[in-house]
């Protein structure tokens, strides 16, 4: 029987499983990036750490991705400050990965302190700010379950090959969303910017490499590897609903609620945030053509200073009891080794979800973005800009 203290329905967010595609995907650049002032050395960018006088940690995440505390439920954070006295911060800042690097580069780019502790980021996005020198290493001796649970499939990746910068916080899948009360099933790509009772009722992601990576699918292009002209066709498409009047808006994170209140009828979404939304009239499916894969990583920035409780808090959320409770709520596929079996004990009805431990056979419909040469994120970026006008 599923343990009644944890709350079922709870809303979140934001390569095999990962390892290769992500690998390759996190390599690629910013415009902003490429200016050589801007690079740091972290070695030389580091704050004292006041962890143990100062019970503190500030942490930016994306809306709606950790579980909560009920009546009847302490969450996983809140048993966190418990068991450490630490007084957690936790900030629901980042809602595309691109918005909320507008945030923090001027400071990252100067040796400034961003006044945060922990961001959580996407794997490319991730990947140029360890590149960049923007990010400490990691105290492994703090993060011994770190290295102990995380799942095969994580490790090894191209951009911080012995996870000494990151750890993945939570993966998922992007693909088709859409409200059964509303309308009938939509399961590719093609449907979502052509069908006309959808039109004006669909939005998309501003994140690039979900969006243009699912019209690539629809394409017959792979995102992991495609042309220019693969490219602009795809770019083409998406032009052409929008002058249309088919696509309604390009979001980050709040497309969930307007899909829940029928505002919008079908969307690009992520995984999670529609799984456990406790809507039952909301439905995620991969595309027929299929969807994208990414995590979303913990790293800690230049000058924190609390690194050893967001050392501590990697290193909780990585126990597999925390992470399977976790999961129950987010509905995210979970990084760690050991949370299925704690899921037994929590939610029977979990162990079998593919978007929380996906099958090998559920996996092989994913795919990753390739890796971007500097002048082709200022090219695709740009061009998808000029067409979401974001």
Not at 98 to 127: H, Y
Not at 238 to 253: E, K, P, V, Y
Not at 267 to 275: F, K, Y
Not at 345 to 364: G, H
Request: net charge negative; proline share 5%; glycine share 6%.
């Amino acid at each position: 029987m599923a343990d009644p203290s944890v709350p079922r329905g709870g809303v979140s967010r934001r390569n095999m499983l990962l390892g290769g595609a992500v690998g390759a995907a996190s390599l690629a650049t910013l415009p902003l990036f490429s200016t050589p002032s801007r690079e740091q050395d972290p070695l030389n960018c580091v704050a004292t750490d006041v962890s143990d006088s100062d019970r503190r940690l500030i942490i930016s995440n994306w809306p709606e991705y950790i579980d909560e505390d009920t009546k009847k439920y302490k969450s996983t954070m809140t048993r966190f400050q418990d068991e450490y006295d630490v007084k957690v911060r936790y900030v629901p800042d980042v809602n595309d990965n691109i918005e909320f690097f507008s945030k923090v580069v001027n400071q990252l780019g100067a040796c400034e302190p961003t006044g945060r502790d922990m961001f959580v980021l996407t794997d490319w996005m991730a990947a140029r700010m360890i590149q960049m020198g923007w990010i400490q290493k990691l105290d492994k001796a703090n993060v011994p379950n770190l290295d102990k649970n995380l799942i095969s499939s994580l490790q090894g990746v191209g951009w911080d090959p012995k996870r000494e910068y990151s750890a993945p916080w939570q993966t998922g899948f992007s693909g088709i969303a859409y409200n059964k009360s509303l309308v009938g099933e939509v399961r590719t790509m093609d449907e979502l910017l052509t069908r006309p009772d959808l039109k004006g009722r669909v939005t998309m992601l501003t994140e690039m490499r979900d969006t243009m990576g699912l019209l690539l699918l629809s394409e017959g292009a792979d995102p992991a590897n495609f042309n220019d002209d693969e490219w602009n066709r795809a770019l083409d498409k998406l032009s052409r609903a929008r002058a249309d009047g088919q696509i309604r808006a390009f979001t980050g994170n709040e497309y969930i609620n307007d899909l829940a209140n029928g505002n919008i009828a079908a969307c690009v979404a992520w995984s999670g945030d529609v799984a456990a939304a406790g809507d039952e009239n909301l439905v995620f499916l991969p595309p027929d053509e299929g969807m994208m894969v990414w995590s979303d990583n913990m790293i800690v920035p230049n000058l924190a200073q609390h690194q050893r409780n967001a050392e501590r808090w990697i290193d909780w959320y990585y126990e597999p009891k925390m992470a399977a409770l976790l999961a129950a709520y987010v509905w995210y596929v979970c990084p760690v080794e050991g949370a299925r079996e704690e899921m037994e004990k929590i939610d029977p009805s979990l162990v079998d979800n593919p978007l929380i431990f996906p099958t090998e056979e559920f996996l092989a419909s994913t795919h990753g973005f390739m890796a971007l040469e500097e002048y082709q994120i200022r090219e695709y970026e740009g061009a998808f800009s000029d067409v979401t006008g974001v």
